[in-house]
């Protein structure tokens, strides 16, 4: 067991266990807690902090970052196809296996979104692992999406929020297993909101040493490789609604 002390907002912080488990509390009442995609979320109140490194928090970021007023979240392709049909100027963006489905307008790639000029505009994402948990996700507030290109916006908008519980969930591959690169962001955002982040340099050698940068490579998505190993280079952070008329969680930027 480690036990350290740092300030976590305007408190102190107490981290309970090692790397894998668990829970940092802070002397202010705020707990951060590291999840796993296979609990039961249904419950969980607070906020949630989805990680998918791998490429659909970074995606996300980049279309908001081009303008894109709202991009819909759906964990199921039919779905996606269902609401494009329903809006046809849409735009319908998705992967499976790391590539576009068949019939889409574009696959899920960061390094693509930053090139597109979407103001006004609504996305509609399906990815095999980023959009599989908004949706049982109802309970909580807010529900934010972190990658390292975002890390110190959402640490910094977290500690001016300080709600009660915060919930790191790494979405993993396919919303199956752990994805290392998925548990390296948690773990550097948990340590982060205890104020003692770790060195990036280290934790970007591992990022591109893991099986997802192989996959990546594989698929011949070096740009987004370079994309996703950045930390810090955007301020935007997305926050999930719900559209009620569309009964489909919906993410869009943050504003105070």
Not at 12 to 23: D, F, T
């Amino acid at each position: 067991m480690v036990t350290t002390t740092a300030p976590v907002g305007k408190g102190r912080a107490v981290l309970l266990g090692g790397y894998n488990g668990a829970e940092a509390r802070g002397e202010d009442g705020m707990e951060v807690h590291l999840r796993k995609v296979g609990e039961r979320l249904e419950g969980l109140t607070g906020a949630v902090v989805v990680i998918d490194v791998f490429r659909a928090g970074n995606t996300l970021i980049a279309l908001l970052e081009a303008g894109a007023e709202r991009v819909y979240l759906l964990p199921r392709r039919e779905q996606a196809r269902r609401l494009k049909a329903a809006h046809p100027h849409w735009l319908l963006l998705g992967e499976r296996g790391g590539l576009p489905p068949a019939g889409f307008e574009g696959g899920n790639s960061p390094a693509a979104a930053a090139g597109m000029r979407l103001a006004g505009r609504r996305v509609i994402l399906t990815t095999s692992a980023g959009t599989q948990a908004v949706h049982r996700l109802r309970r909580a507030r807010p529900v934010l999406f972190a990658t390292f290109a975002n890390a110190g916006a959402v640490v910094d908008l977290l500690r001016r929020l300080e709600p009660a519980a915060v919930h790191l969930l790494p979405m993993g591959l396919e919303a199956r297993r752990p994805a290392e690169e998925d548990e390296l962001a948690a773990g550097y955002l948990r340590l982060a909101l205890l104020a003692q982040p770790p060195v990036f340099a280290a934790l970007r050698d591992k990022l591109l040493r893991c099986p997802g940068a192989e996959r990546l490579r594989r698929l011949g998505q070096q740009d987004d490789l370079a994309w996703c190993t950045r930390l810090d280079v955007s301020r935007l952070v997305p926050v999930v609604e719900w559209d009620e008329t569309e009964a489909t969680p919906f993410a869009r930027p943050w504003q105070a």
